[in-house]
């Protein structure tokens, strides 16, 4: 088992620029979540796939971050354009129904 | 939205004492997990509970229903155990990791 594994570990951009996140969760795992962190608010959730469908995004900041999940093996998250606000690390989950999250190792990104 | 309060925010102990960590939430709820976060960012989950109380090695972890609150004890304290933890419970019709609100988090430093 690889684990969740996510790609960059860590993004520096230019604000305007556009800016995707990649995660492939573990195999098997049907709830794949799109997590926030930051050092003013924690952890938030962003949006969440069941079987590959997004579930619930009322936690999507705005327009400009959108997510997908084209396949149970891949999602991806996207910031057009990108600004300094952004700067955050970005974190993805899965797991089974009702069994333990399982996190990837996060996205540092950094927009100047 | 399920209100979740940790204390304390911060708690440096020495190596060997007996730790406990607490989370009171608003809400009653399906399940509650504690969060694990490294020095060097992952996060790892440490436990999902739903009632009673579990261990895995020199980590407890508790939960009163009735209260809604929950507790984290390490025993026999490491170094190694110093991390952030965070406890997080689920959105009110949830099932187990849905929509999850997370506590702020209890930085814990443990000095030899």
């Known amino acids: 088992d690889a684990g969740v594994i996510q790609s960059p570990r860590h993004e520096v951009t230019e604000m305007g620029q556009e800016v995707t996140l990649r995660c492939k969760p573990i195999?098997?795992?049907?709830?794949l979540f799109w997590y926030r962190q930051t050092m003013m608010r924690g952890l938030e959730l962003l949006i969440y796939?069941?079987?590959?469908?997004?579930?619930?995004d009322s936690g999507m900041p705005e327009d400009r971050f959108s997510a997908k999940m084209p396949n149970a093996s891949f999602s991806t998250l996207k910031i057009q354009p990108s600004e300094p606000r952004d700067s955050a690390v970005y974190f993805c989950?899965?797991?089974?129904?009702?069994?333990?999250?399982?996190f990837g190792n996060g996205t540092r990104l950094t927009v100047t | 939205k399920n209100e979740v309060e940790q204390s304390p925010q911060n708690l440096t102990a020495q190596e060997g004492e007996f730790i406990t960590i607490n989370c009171s939430y608003s809400?009653?709820?399906?399940?509650l997990h504690w969060l694990q976060q490294h020095p060097g960012g992952g996060i790892v989950s440490l436990f999902m509970?739903?009632?009673g109380k579990k261990k895995h090695g020199r980590l407890i972890a508790t939960i009163n229903i009735q209260e809604k609150h929950s507790s984290l004890h390490i025993t026999a304290s490491h170094p190694r155990d110093s991390a952030v933890y965070i406890c997080?419970?689920?959105?009110?019709?949830?099932?187990?990791?849905?929509?999850?609100?997370f506590g702020t988090g209890t930085r814990l430093t443990i000095i030899p």
């Open positions: 809400v009653g709820i399906s399940a």
């Open positions: 796939f069941n079987n590959n469908v997004p579930i619930d």
């Open positions: 989950a899965s797991s089974r129904l009702k069994s333990p999250l399982h």
């Open positions: 195999s098997g795992h049907d709830y």
């Open positions: 509970l739903s009632s």
């Open positions: 997080a419970v689920p959105g009110v019709k949830a099932g187990g990791n849905e929509k999850l609100t």
